[in-house]
């Protein structure tokens, strides 16, 4: 009997997406991930080193999943990551996030947005009337119609990753991925 196929990302990467590469990359590398989770904690140090290592033969995308019901910091660190994207520095915030899981508060974001330096009134008015939450439901819910269920999870080229979150198996992961673009081309 075949495997089942593995379920396919639902909304395909686009312009309203934070990326980090080039579309004419070759592989794709989508998270659905939680600020809070300790998981994703573990996976952001791996998904930057493969950013590193493979400069524009990857693009990396992240989309919000905040777990709410077992991490209720994750909503609103994902509406601050937002707010600062709105002021051009989605990946700085990103950064900082899962860089300092243990202060995810309001007080710490709002540190953050100006350690950032960010309009430090317009971050805290979008964060107090959840300027961006519409934004953050929408990447859930393409989650959820991609079959995203916890967090971290991946696409490569579409099709989701179950392999380790160990920067060797994602590496091979991505290389495989790349090998079989080549191939087509």
Same mark, same amino acid.
């Given at each position: 009997?075949?495997?089942?196929?593995?379920?396919?990302?639902?909304?395909?990467?686009?312009?309203?997406? @934070?990326?980090?590469?080039?579309?004419?990359? *070759?592989?794709?590398?989508?998270?659905?991930?939680?600020?809070?989770?300790?998981?994703?904690?573990?996976?952001?140090?791996?998904?930057?080193?493969?950013?590193?290592?493979?400069?524009?033969?990857?693009?990396?995308?992240?989309? @919000?999943? *905040?777990?709410?019901?077992?991490?209720?910091?994750?909503?609103?660190?994902?509406?601050?990551?937002?707010?600062?994207?709105?002021?051009?520095?989605?990946?700085?915030?990103?950064?900082?996030?899962?860089?300092?899981?243990?202060?995810?508060?309001?007080?710490?974001?709002?540190?953050?947005?100006?350690?950032?330096?960010?309009?430090?009134?317009?971050?805290?008015?979008?964060?107090?009337?959840?300027?961006?939450?519409?934004?953050?439901?929408?990447?859930?819910?393409?989650?959820?119609?991609?079959?995203?269920?916890?967090?971290?999870?991946?696409?490569?080229?579409?099709?989701?990753?179950?392999?380790?979150?160990?920067?060797?198996?994602?590496?091979?992961?991505?290389?495989?991925?790349?090998?079989?673009?080549?191939?087509?081309?």
């Amino acid at each position: 009997m075949p495997e089942p196929a593995l379920p396919r990302l639902h909304v395909p990467v686009g312009e309203p997406d @934070h990326v980090r590469g080039p579309a004419t990359s *070759p592989v794709t590398l989508v998270e659905y991930g939680d600020y809070q989770c300790p998981f994703c904690g573990r996976a952001h140090p791996v998904v930057k080193a493969l950013i590193a290592q493979l400069g524009n033969r990857m693009r990396f995308c992240f989309r @919000h999943f *905040p777990l709410t019901t077992i991490h209720p910091l994750a909503q609103q660190a994902a509406e601050a990551a937002e707010a600062a994207g709105a002021q051009g520095r989605f990946w700085e915030m990103h950064d900082l996030l899962f860089e300092h899981q243990d202060g995810l508060g309001g007080g710490f974001l709002v540190q953050y947005a100006t350690d950032l330096g960010l309009d430090r009134d317009r971050f805290q008015r979008e964060l107090a009337s959840h300027a961006h939450a519409d934004r953050v439901r929408e990447h859930f819910m393409s989650g959820v119609r991609s079959g995203v269920n916890g967090t971290p999870t991946f696409f490569l080229n579409d099709v989701r990753y179950d392999g380790p979150h160990e920067q060797g198996a994602m590496l091979e992961a991505v290389e495989g991925a790349l090998s079989a673009s080549a191939s087509r081309r």
